[in-house]
């Protein structure tokens, strides 16, 4: 399973952004997909997941109300709408795939698969 994140860029404070995940290989339908982030000097933070049926994603409660994942099995791809963005959402977002249980969907170890990485800046 290969995947590859895309879709960031500079926004101003406020605006929005949707990142992608794109699936190649292996049965995406059946992974659990995850978005994560990285901010310089930091470790990388869980920002939110979607099981293999796109039912009841799970956030970090800082994004929480403007963030919104969802997925198309069909298009093998994953999707991060993020809105209000706030100068503390930059950061490099990686999305990932697993087949762990909902209370390890936090835990980047548990991931079998990762993308390259999407930068994301917002700045004024």
Same mark, same amino acid.
């Given at each position: *399973?290969? @995947?590859?994140?895309? $879709?960031?860029?500079?926004? !101003?404070?406020?605006?929005?952004? &949707? @990142?992608?995940? =794109?699936?190649? %290989?292996?049965?995406? =339908?059946?992974?659990?997909?995850?978005?994560? &982030?990285?901010?310089?000097?930091? +470790? &990388? +933070?869980?920002? $939110?997941?979607?099981?293999?049926?796109?039912?009841?994603?799970?956030?970090? /409660?800082?994004?929480? %109300?403007?963030?919104?994942?969802? &997925? /198309? #099995?069909?298009?093998?791809?994953?999707?991060? !709408?993020? #809105? =209000? @963005?706030?100068? +503390? /959402?930059?950061? *490099?977002?990686?999305?990932?795939?697993?087949?762990?249980?909902?209370?390890?969907?936090?835990?980047?170890?548990?991931?079998?698969?990762? $993308?390259?990485?999407? @930068?994301?800046?917002? =700045?004024?």
């Amino acid at each position: *399973v290969q @995947l590859q994140a895309s $879709g960031g860029g500079l926004v !101003q404070p406020g605006g929005s952004l &949707r @990142l992608s995940c =794109s699936v190649s %290989g292996g049965t995406f =339908s059946t992974y659990t997909a995850g978005w994560f &982030r990285q901010a310089p000097g930091k +470790e &990388r +933070e869980f920002v $939110g997941a979607i099981s293999w049926s796109g039912g009841s994603p799970a956030y970090i /409660d800082s994004v929480k %109300g403007r963030f919104t994942i969802f &997925r /198309d #099995n069909a298009k093998k791809t994953v999707y991060l !709408q993020m #809105n =209000s @963005l706030k100068p +503390e /959402d930059t950061a *490099v977002y990686y999305c990932g795939a697993t087949r762990v249980v909902r209370s390890s969907w936090s835990v980047p170890s548990s991931y079998y698969y990762w $993308g390259q990485g999407t @930068l994301v800046t917002v =700045s004024s």
